[in-house]
């Protein structure tokens, strides 16, 4: 670039320097404010709303894993095997760990631990798993949820069909839940519910292998 | 000078990755799935969000018609073969049961000791009750709303003086009919309100027998508690 400008003298030339070393410092500072701007109402405009996929994820996805624990809890005090017995007590610790974290968010962002609406999923989009209904604002019930006549024979059983059962149940518990991850992984507006769906995404799909295959040991099948 | 350039290449990638990593914007690279509006289609609300806690309105119940508020101390256990003299129907804080009522979205077709029902409460829960001779209709009215719920019980009470009533930990709603639109209104304010009950995250879970069997719970006593029974405020 200089090089065209033989006759300039240095003093010149510092000059440019000095200038344009300035013109960088205003512009690096002004960006850095700039930025700093950006990111506090960025960080303020993020807040999950109501009817954000974040808080309708949290809110549901904790009543998802709340059956769980509760049926983990059962298996873990009533089985006689040791190997049922350990994947309930991680699969109880693990959720209500990551109920705590939804729990948390959810005092973060002001909003209740559950939906004061009746229905569940009114966050999904509608119609594009099939299992939202536009005009309902929901589901009655998330997919792979037992019902209580359901966890009440579970409390009935004892021995192997207890094993089988609350085995069966969770395989569909884990699979239902997939699809809120997927979506929650895919949509949420923050990274933390992002992370956390994507991570029970891959949880429970790995632990659904798992389920399968111990139900495969004792000579059963999926429900 | 071609320093200075560099400089100046880096800092505005640098400045441009930052800024748009805080978008917020879904990161799900390679899905082919179309992206869906982040917000649900927005229906017909069946409640106001009106009514949830929030930092700004810890209690809102105090929007609520005819909600009655009362102070209890929580933790205090009484042992299984005791009783509280209460001094509400149905009680809605106090001593109570070391072991809890299920309360799992449970609805109990007896009436259940009210000892165990009350350290419910103290866990975030919601417990309707209802006068024995209810319509069987409105008793499944009521059970639609609690069946499978997280956090509500449901149960007659015999001897309260309105047909239906809702406790939370030290708060109550007496109501005639299973239509009154106050009923969600409680439910939203209190459910696992975590500036109202005593100790949120606790369980719903049934902790089984011998200390507490969902499938066969400890009965109701309609007798009077008697004068070794232990105070509301404890032992």
Request: aromatic share 6%; hydrophobic share 40%; glycine share 8%.
């Amino acid at each position: 670039m200089t090089e065209h400008n033989e006759g300039t003298p240095e003093s010149t030339k510092r000059k440019i320097f000095v200038l344009s070393g300035a013109a960088l410092a205003v512009l690096l500072v002004g960006a850095a404010v700039g930025m700093l701007i950006t990111l506090s109402v960025v960080r303020q405009a993020s807040t999950p709303t109501a009817e954000s996929v974040d808080v309708g994820f949290a809110q549901d996805m904790q009543v998802h894993h709340l059956q769980a624990v509760t049926m983990a809890n059962w298996a873990r005090d009533h089985t006689t095997d040791l190997s049922v017995k350990s994947l309930a007590f991680d699969i109880e610790q693990t959720q209500l760990g990551q109920i705590g974290a939804m729990s948390g968010w959810l005092d973060i962002w002001g909003q209740p631990e559950q939906s004061p609406e009746p229905g569940y999923m009114a966050w999904m989009a509608a119609g594009s798993h099939g299992h939202t209904t536009e005009a309902s604002g929901g589901v009655r019930a998330m997919p792979g949820m037992a019902t209580s006549q359901e966890i009440a024979k579970l409390r009935t059983l004892t021995g192997r069909e207890l094993d089988v059962y609350f085995l069966q149940l969770m395989l569909r518990h884990h699979a239902g839940g997939l699809d809120m991850a997927r979506y929650a992984s895919e949509n949420a507006a923050t990274s933390q519910v992002r992370n956390l769906s994507e991570k029970i995404l891959k949880g429970q799909a790995n632990e659904i292998k798992v389920l399968e295959s111990m139900l495969a040991e004792r000579g059963a099948k999926p429900l | 000078m071609n320093r200075i350039a560099a400089l100046v290449a880096v800092a505005c990638v640098v400045l441009t990755g930052c800024t748009t990593a805080e978008q917020g914007k879904p990161v799900a690279a390679g899905t082919t799935t179309t992206k869906a509006p982040t917000k649900a289609p927005t229906s017909k609300k069946a409640v106001s969000r009106e009514f949830v806690p929030t930092e700004t309105t810890k209690d809102p119940t105090k929007k609520i018609d005819g909600v009655v508020a009362f102070d209890y101390k929580p933790g205090l256990h009484i042992d299984p073969t005791k009783r509280v003299a209460y001094d509400k129907a149905p009680p809605f804080g106090g001593a109570h049961d070391q072991a809890w009522a299920a309360c799992m979205g449970v609805v109990y077709p007896k009436a259940v000791r009210t000892e165990s029902i009350v350290h419910s409460l103290e866990h975030g829960a919601v417990w309707i009750s209802y006068e024995p001779g209810l319509g069987e209709d409105e008793v499944k009215a009521l059970a639609k709303r609690v069946d499978n719920k997280p956090y509500l019980l449901m149960s007659p009470y015999p001897g309260q003086d309105t047909p239906i009533s809702l406790q939370s930990w030290g708060r109550q709603l007496k109501v005639d009919s299973a239509d009154d639109e106050r009923i969600d209104q409680f439910i939203s304010a209190t459910l696992r309100n975590k500036y109202l009950t005593p100790e949120p995250g606790a369980s719903c879970d049934v902790l089984g027998p011998p200390h507490f069997d969902q499938d066969d719970p400890p009965p109701f006593d309609p007798t009077p508690p008697g004068a070794d029974a232990v105070p509301v405020t404890g032992g």
